[in-house]
């Protein structure tokens, strides 16, 4: 099966709510209005919010990904798990 890894980086986010609209299960909106990726870890180095998906639910997470007018998120192919 095919993995993505999402990437978010919250600082840009202008808080638009355009991906909480079209995946909201993946993009709730936080306290701040902003939104937070849900499940998602913290990387240090990149200092970017990364989520690794499966790919029933890259296209859900792509529209949400095209919906975002700061380009906040970027969704990258990893390859192939072979469980």
């Known amino acids: 099966m ?3 890894k999402i990437e978010f980086d ?3 986010c202008i808080g638009a709510l355009a991906c ?3 995946a909201e299960a993946f993009w709730p909106k936080s306290e701040d ?3 937070d990726l849900a ?3 913290y990387n240090e180095q990149t200092k970017k919010w ?6 029933k639910d890259f296209q859900l997470n792509q529209d949400a990904a095209d919906s975002c ?3 906040a998120i970027k969704i990258t192919k990893m390859g192939v798990d072979s469980k």
């Open 33 to 35: 209005g902003k939104v």
């Open 69 to 71: 007018p700061v380009d």
């Open 39 to 41: 499940n998602a870890v």
């Open 20 to 22: 909480n609209a079209v």
């Open 50 to 55: 990364e989520l690794i998906i499966d790919e």
């Open 2 to 4: 095919v993995k993505y």
């Open 10 to 12: 919250r600082e840009i």
